[in-house]
C-alpha cells in the first residue's frame, strides 16, 4: 500500500527557507500516472494548493507563491521535495504532501494518498 | 485566481440528504470536468471523496455523489450519518493550476 511521509524542520526563522521531504514507500514515485503535489492548511483555515511535479521534472505552481517556491524530485530515493523562500508567519501551517492523478498535461484530477502532515511554525 | 466560493457550513439530521455547493468561474469549474471533494475530520489528512466531478473512489460509500451545472459544482451526501460530520473542500483545475475552495463545515444534528 503507498504511503507518503513528510519531514523537515518544524521551526523556520522568518525570512529563511522552509524545506521539506516527502517520502514515497510502497510505490513508484516513476508511475506516468501521477503527479505529486504540496498541499498546505493554516492553523484554522482551509487547503491552499501549493503546487504539483511529474516524475520528469515537469512544475506547476501556484501563481500567488511561484516566486517563492521550488518543487523537486529524486527519483532514485522517492522522493519529492519542497523549498519555499522568505517564509513570514503567515507561511504557519500543516504541510501535506500527496499522490494525484494525472488527467492530462498539468492536470489532476484527484489527490488519493496524502500523508499525515507535518506542521511547521515560522517564528523567530 | 481566487479561491472556489462554498458555504461556510450546513447542517442535517441522520437519515436527510443534504447538498454543499462549490462556485468557481469558466475558467475554473466551467471549463474542466476536474473537479474534485475531499473530507477532513479534525487532525486528520484530507480523504478523496469525489474526483472528475462525480466519480468515487473505490471504498468510499456511494450516500456520496457529485455532480456539475455551468460554473458551479456539488457534492451531495445522503442518507446522512454521524460519521458524515467533518469539513468538506471542493477542488478543480484552473489551468496550470489547482483550485481549493474555502470549505464547508458540516454538522449532522
Known amino acids: 500500500q503507498l504511503q507518503l511521509q513528510e519531514s523537515g524542520p518544524g521551526l523556520v526563522k522568518p525570512s529563511e527557507t522552509l524545506s521539506l521531504t516527502c517520502t514515497v514507500s510502497g510505490g513508484s514515485i516513476s508511475s506516468s500516472s501521477y503527479y505529486w503535489g504540496w498541499i498546505r492548511q493554516p492553523p484554522g483555515k482551509g487547503l491552499e494548493w501549493i503546487g504539483s511535479i511529474y516524475y520528469s521534472g515537469s512544475t506547476y505552481y501556484n501563481p500567488s507563491l511561484k516566486s517563492r517556491v521550488t518543487i523537486s524530485v529524486d527519483t532514485s530515493k522517492n522522493q519529492f521535495s519542497l523549498k519555499l523562500s522568505s517564509v513570514t508567519a503567515a507561511d504557519t501551517a500543516v504541510y501535506y504532501c500527496a499522490r494525484a492523478a494525472a488527467a492530462g498535461t498539468g492536470q489532476i484530477s484527484g489527490m488519493d494518498v496524502w500523508g499525515q502532515g507535518t506542521t511547521v511554525t515560522v517564528s523567530s | 485566481q481566487s479561491a472556489l466560493t462554498q458555504p461556510a457550513s450546513v447542517s442535517g439530521s441522520p437519515g436527510q440528504s443534504i447538498t454543499i455547493s462549490c462556485t468557481g468561474t469558466s475558467s475554473d469549474v466551467g471549463s474542466y470536468n476536474l473537479v474534485s471533494w475531499y473530507q477532513q475530520h479534525p487532525g486528520k489528512a484530507p480523504k478523496l471523496m469525489i474526483y472528475e466531478g462525480s466519480k468515487r473512489p473505490s471504498g468510499v460509500s456511494n450516500r456520496f455523489s457529485g455532480s456539475k451545472s455551468g460554473n458551479t459544482a456539488s457534492l451531495t451526501i445522503s442518507g446522512l450519518q454521524a460519521e458524515d460530520e467533518a469539513d468538506y473542500y471542493c477542488?478543480?483545475?484552473?489551468?496550470?493550476?489547482?483550485?481549493f475552495g474555502g470549505g464547508t463545515k458540516l454538522t449532522v444534528l
Open positions: 477542488c478543480s483545475y484552473a489551468g496550470s493550476s489547482t483550485l
